[in-house]
């Protein structure tokens, strides 16, 4: 519907519904897997959005674009109110400083609760140490499906002016010098049969142009080499806009340069300044991927060998930060690390549709060694929401998976 607003399609254009999810698996699901960019224009300004899934297991996704945006607008549900995931997304955004505006949506639902989900959202602020900026943070009544905005739950919108003019009075505009050297931060990687990789960031520092010669760096190793952008897109709405130039604040494209990954700083060749990267989260899964050979191997898949596997897993890791891949003593078995198990299964069922045949074993948690020796278990932390009459069951089912209660 922002993109609606933003006169993007044509009156008569047939648009799908939840165009941002541009996988099939997402569709179906009705979950954001990949971060994606998109852009549209308000009053003669253009506004970047990126689109972020919620999903703690896809938490490298937030983890890197969050260096890309100078303000988040945190999407509550007015019936459900705040969810598990939101708390991990916010808790990102909070620790990076963004400014936040509340936008609390579907308030055209027969079961919503406008009135109580403000205080649940101040209350998760309070809970993630939230500045005295962030607990002020303006609040938006929206119903995406109808396409209104308002700023009291009572009246409703017309259409989604109040969040624009929001969003350009609550979120600073990027700041940079735009006459000294350029300089932009890699925060995704795409890739593409026809190019190679496509690095994708935001400008922090002066212009770039196409056929410039650029310095690839990294401020956590020695990373130092030439190269040359040989194409320069921006994104306009959906889609990839070819560009002579960019400057600070643009979001752009860039392909020609090789092994560029995730975290590298593309910079002017005379003064290689690498910027720092947020870290990205541990795995904390993992399974073994192989070779099929149970007495039902080939009949379902292509791709059945050993090297078929490898491409493909080594190739997902090109554009998927939190996932690692490593070889084993095994030619035919990898082992695959993730985030979760919605995580590695969303990679599973992917390949799957791409005519991979493959097993894969038990899902295990990964272990870590202190420098002296003792073996560290990854722990969650959990919180759990139950009426009084389940509490009982659900201790005693804790109690068995050897919980600790800390607070009730």
Same mark, same amino acid.
């Given at each position: 519907e922002m993109l609606k607003f933003g006169g993007l399609f044509r009156d008569n254009q047939v648009v799908e519904e939840r165009v941002m999810d541009s996988n099939a698996l997402e569709r179906e699901r009705g979950i954001t897997i990949l971060a994606k960019n998109t852009s549209t224009y308000y009053n003669g300004v253009k506004i970047n959005i990126v689109d972020t899934p919620g999903h703690a297991d896809f938490g490298g996704e937030v983890e890197r674009i969050l260096k890309m945006v100078n303000g988040v607008l945190l999407l509550v549900d007015a019936a459900e109110g705040p969810m598990p995931q939101t708390r991990f997304v916010l808790q990102k955004a909070i620790e990076l400083g963004h400014r936040i505006i509340v936008v *609390?949506?579907?308030? $055209? =639902? %027969? $079961? &919503? =609760? *406008? !009135? /109580?989900?403000g205080d649940e959202v101040l209350e998760l602020l309070l809970e993630l140490d939230a500045s005295d900026d962030q607990l002020d943070s303006p609040v938006i009544f929206c119903s995406g499906r109808n396409g209104t905005a308002s700023l009291s739950p009572d009246a409703p919108g017309e259409d989604l002016r109040p969040l624009f003019d929001m969003i350009l009075s609550h979120i600073p505009a990027p700041e940079g010098d735009a006459e000294g050297p350029a300089q932009m931060l890699v925060s995704a990687v795409d890739y593409n049969d026809y190019v190679g990789k496509i690095a994708v960031g935001r400008i922090e520092r002066g212009t770039f142009r196409l056929k410039q010669d650029i310095c690839v760096c990294d401020f956590h190793s020695d990373v130092n080499r030439r190269s040359r952008i040989t194409a320069m897109f921006q994104i306009d709405g959906l889609r =990839? *806009? %070819?560009c002579e130039q960019a400057s600070v604040g643009d979001i752009i494209c860039v392909s020609g340069i090789e092994d560029i990954n995730i975290g590298n700083t593309v910079c002017d060749v005379e003064t290689p300044e690498p910027l720092p990267f947020v870290k990205i989260g541990e795995p904390t899964m993992e399974m073994t991927f192989s070779v099929n050979d149970s007495p039902f191997a080939g009949k379902e898949g292509k791709y059945v060998t050993s090297r078929n596997l490898r491409d493909r897993l080594f190739k997902e890791v090109q554009t998927n930060v939190s996932m690692r891949v490593e070889e084993t003593e095994s030619t035919d078995m990898f082992k695959v690390s993730g985030r979760g198990e919605l995580h590695l299964s969303i990679l599973i069922e992917q390949m799957r549709r791409q $005519? !991979?045949?493959? &097993? *894969?074993?038990r899902p295990k948690v990964i272990y870590h060694k202190a420098p002296d020796g003792t073996l560290l278990e990854p722990i969650e932390e959990l919180t759990i929401d139950v009426p009084q009459d389940y509490v009982g069951a659900v201790m005693e089912k804790l109690g068995r998976r050897? &919980? /600790?209660m800390i607070d009730m």
């Open positions: *609390v949506n579907k308030i $055209d =639902r %027969p $079961d &919503a =609760r *406008v !009135y /109580e989900i =990839r *806009v %070819p $005519d !991979y045949e493959f &097993a *894969v074993s050897k &919980a /600790e």
